[in-house]
């Protein structure tokens, strides 16, 4: 009798409308857009922006997106060159917010990385491939998506930034806007903090392995930190996708956000046509679009 | 040299305002507005609405919404006070969604409650004391608070209903309409899956203890559901406060959502003065205000 109750609001259950001549296109549902999708609607992850974070629970890949943040990125690409982050820790953990590692010592030398970088919390909008939302935002004149990272646009002010949704990478910093090397990242793990949208340098999105970040407890000390040292979460390396032997990648691609497919994706998670819903909201959040990635298909 | 980075956007820090004649207030920090408060800022929670999930972890507190769903509340009241959920289970947890409990086997009889109930999922706007947010929402016409619940209204069609905020508890159910009696229920543990609105019946929202629920190992299973049997996770009991003695209560209260003191917590919230802020956003979506809740100081 009893259900899989909300469980069936993410079914990939087809509504078929009623026959007709000429017979009406049947609504799809997001999963029926994704297996009628070919190959050419996905793109390969670079393995020269992807990240590896292994801990002893399995592989976090990261995206990281140079056409927003190029410093950062630079930056932590030297720091993983370097190692800096292998024998480190995930140190905080903040229930509905942030997920952050590096060195809780503050100590680990890292010379080769730069110590001070330009606040790269927007860019120019201009040469962004913007894909635009059709239903507004709450923080921002315009929202969409930018080769798979949910964005925001103001075009009045020229500028464009990535947004912190779930699962957004992100660099810490001390309360000096310079102040953030790429020596300590989060990753967000709950409810979008929009707030912090253009107050950090947004460097990069989990496409894999989120759930090892997400579901670790929550520290107890103030603001999610882990009270003590025993606590922290060990990180065996992080390493840039490029510098693992081909064939110890994870092989993953990401829709393609700029493509018929990618707008008949987004037609159908704003209105869900699967039965279970009696009233589709007909909107759609940029945090909750959701941009799919699989595993990659062998040529 | 290296800092609690993201932690300082959470710091309770003041902005000071260069001085003047006449004085101009401060600007405040939401922790500053909070500091200031009085007792009768403060409601406390009603043991005959507050429901008490006992995890080997610890207490999950949850506050009913009876305005919102009565019939909904009344058979979750109906089946506490049979011990219906006693021995029963955690069993899904979906990264970014939900965590959902009840008897997995759905073999369970529940004699005293009703079987079927009808579809409230939304209400009459008229006769709530609704807290009005300024700045619109992707979803719904209007957005605000009921008596510290988060919720949107849509004043030209008369209705109003909860928003499936971080922490809101709802009532899951299969494809027909009037499946959910209340025998298994979900919380959001995600970023905010709104298009569930209107679609589901919510009945309350997690005060204390929701790190219990979302820092749970996320099922392998098909929407997070758990696999096997050993991995879900017992519940001990489900108890409404007013059946548990009181010197056994979990004394909480909740920022009241239409004062003075109210309007400049969200003020802060939307406007955030800490000097970590370089661009504040100056917008609150409203699953980004998090009504505070503190234990409840003896009179």
């Given at each position: 009798m009893k259900s899989h109750a909300v469980a069936a609001a993410l079914l990939p259950l087809v509504f078929c409308a009623a026959a007709a001549d000429p017979p009406p296109k049947p609504p799809q549902g997001s999963a029926d857009v994704l297996a009628a999708s070919t190959g050419s609607d996905w793109r390969p992850l670079e393995p020269a922006n992807t990240l590896y974070l292994e801990l002893a629970a399995g592989r976090v890949v990261i995206e990281l997106a140079p056409a927003f943040a190029p410093e950062h990125v630079g930056n932590i690409k030297a720091l993983v060159k370097d190692r800096y982050?292998?024998?480190?820790?995930?140190?905080r953990s903040q229930d509905n917010y942030v997920v952050q590692w590096g060195d809780p010592d503050g100590k680990r030398a890292n010379p080769r990385a730069k110590q001070s970088l330009p606040a790269e919390y927007f860019r120019a909008s201009e040469g962004l491939d913007f894909t635009a939302l059709p239903d507004g935002d709450v923080y921002a004149p315009e929202t969409g998506f930018v080769d798979g990272f949910p964005a925001a646009r103001d075009a009045k002010a020229g500028r464009a930034w990535l947004t912190h949704c779930y699962g957004m990478v992100g660099v810490g910093r001390d309360v000096p806007p310079d102040t953030g090397s790429g020596a300590e990242l989060y990753v967000v793990s709950g409810h979008a903090p929009r707030h912090l949208d253009r107050n950090l340098a947004v460097v990069g999105r989990v496409i894999k392995g989120m759930e090892l970040l997400s579901a670790l407890p929550r520290g107890t000390g103030a603001l999610g930190f882990y009270d003590k040292p025993d606590q922290y979460v060990p990180i065996k390396s992080i390493r840039l996708a490029a510098d693992v032997p081909a064939g110890e990648r994870t092989a993953l691609e990401v829709l393609k956000t700029g493509t018929p497919t990618w707008s008949a994706y987004v037609a159908a998670r704003r209105t869900?046509?699967?039965?279970?819903?009696?009233?589709?909201?007909g909107h759609i959040d940029i945090c909750n679009v959701a941009v799919p990635s699989r595993p990659r298909k062998a040529p």
């Open positions: 982050f292998d024998g480190l820790y995930v140190m869900r046509r699967e039965p279970f819903f009696v009233d589709p909201a």
